[in-house]
């Protein structure tokens, strides 16, 4: 059974960085691609970052040059290193696994940027 646990979101001031975890069982982030999405309140659920198994990244717009999409094979577990964060950054953040056409997410950790 594949498990993805979301945690490090929180509360932060503009222009401060935070770090994402994202641990996953019963599957490999080595081998699979990663990605973390976002979800604000009335907004559709649109992808920040991306990894693929070969080590590919993909960001969105307004990610790129202050988020880092990672992974550590050891310990199972992928991150999204965020800086310079913005007010428009406050969504509820949600770690994705894909494997051919199926899609596993975790249950999502709320990061609130106060400005």
């Known amino acids: 059974q594949v498990q993805l646990v979301e945690s490090g979101g929180g509360l932060v001031q503009t222009g401060g960085s935070l770090r994402l975890s994202c641990v996953v069982s019963g599957s490999s982030v080595r081998l699979n691609t990663m990605g973390w999405y976002r979800q604000a309140p009335g907004d559709q659920r649109e992808l920040v970052a991306s990894m693929t198994s070969g080590g590919s990244t993909n960001y969105a717009d307004s990610a790129k040059g202050r988020f880092t999409i990672s992974r550590d094979s050891a310990k199972n577990t992928v991150y999204l290193q965020m800086n310079s964060l913005k007010p428009e950054d406050t969504a509820v953040y949600y770690c994705?696994?894909?494997?051919?056409?199926?899609?596993?997410w975790g249950q999502g950790t709320q990061l609130t940027v106060s400005s």
């Open positions: 994705r696994l894909s494997i051919g056409p199926f899609m596993y």
